[in-house]
Nanobody, 114 residues
Framework: QVQLVESGGGLVQAGGSLRLSCAAS????????MGWYRQAPGKQRELVAR???????NYGDSMKGRFTISRDSAKNTVYLQMTSLKPEDTSVYYC????????WGQGTQVTVFS
């Protein structure tokens, strides 16, 4: 069993910042990819950011320049620093860990108000 514990979501004014964290624990050997997706009501789940074990990161188009993903491999933890937040960033953010298969977190709500 693998457990993902997400934290850091919340309510923030437009232009503000939030930092999400996701810690993986349990029967997990080597993690290839860690990342974040998001899904707003009535919309498809979309990539926010992913980072490989080698540190290579890629971002969704609307997040580039505003979001930064990082990971602490020793702690099996991935972080998402979000800045210049916009109301359209309002969504449920899901952590993903790929280690042989995909593992998903339960999601954390981010709400940006103008």
């Amino acid at each position: 069993q693998v457990q993902l514990v997400e934290s850091g979501g919340g309510l923030v004014q437009a232009g503000g910042s939030l930092r999400l964290s996701c810690a993986a624990s349990g029967s997990i050997s080597s993690i290839n990819v860690m990342g974040w997706y998001r899904q707003a009501p009535g919309k498809q789940r979309e990539l926010v950011a992913r980072i490989t074990s080698g540190g290579s990161a890629n971002y969704g188009d609307s997040m580039k320049g505003r979001f930064t993903i990082s990971r602490d491999s020793a702690k099996n933890t991935v972080y998402l620093q979000m800045t210049s937040l916009k109301p359209e960033d309002t969504s449920v953010y899901y952590c993903i860990v790929i280690s042989g298969r995909d593992y998903w977190g339960q999601g954390t709500q981010v709400t940006v108000f103008s």
